[in-house]
């Protein structure tokens, strides 16, 4: 079992950068892929990136592409997502996901889930 907590969301102009974090307890954080979701008011839960056990594969949402980066650290248990260019439209909770299947873009994919970090994006 693995517990997730994120951190690294606030408000910030668009064109601005925020880098999140999500610190996993547990010894087995190799073993799980990891993904980031995000959730706007009135809409569903979409997946935004993930990334494979050894971080040798990595997905993104087409609206991310080009401007998010997630990356892990498998020694430190910690999984971030580097978002660049940011638009209001990317005005989310942002959460991060573990799963010990192959990384998926589905929500229902994964196993464990963070409680969440806003992110507010103003114009």
């Known amino acids: 079992q693995v517990q997730l907590v994120e951190s690294g969301g606030g408000l910030v102009q668009a064109g601005g950068s925020l880098r999140l974090s999500c610190a996993a307890s547990?010894?087995?954080?190799?073993?799980?892929?990891m993904g980031w979701f995000r959730q706007a008011p009135g809409k569903e839960r979409e997946f935004v990136a993930a990334?494979?056990?050894?971080?040798?594969?990595?997905y993104y949402a087409d609206s991310v592409k080009g401007r998010f980066t997630i990356s892990r650290d498998n020694a430190k248990n910690t999984v971030n997502l580097q978002m660049n260019s940011l638009k209001p439209e990317d005005t989310a909770v942002y959460y991060c996901?573990?799963?010990?299947?192959?990384?998926?873009?589905?929500?229902?994919?994964?196993?464990?889930w963070g409680q969440g970090t806003q992110v507010t994006v103003s114009s």
């Open positions: 990334i494979s056990w050894s971080g040798g594969s990595r």
């Open positions: 996901a573990a799963t010990v299947d192959v990384a998926e873009t589905n929500p229902w994919e994964y196993e464990y």
């Open positions: 547990g010894r087995t954080f190799s073993s799980y892929c």
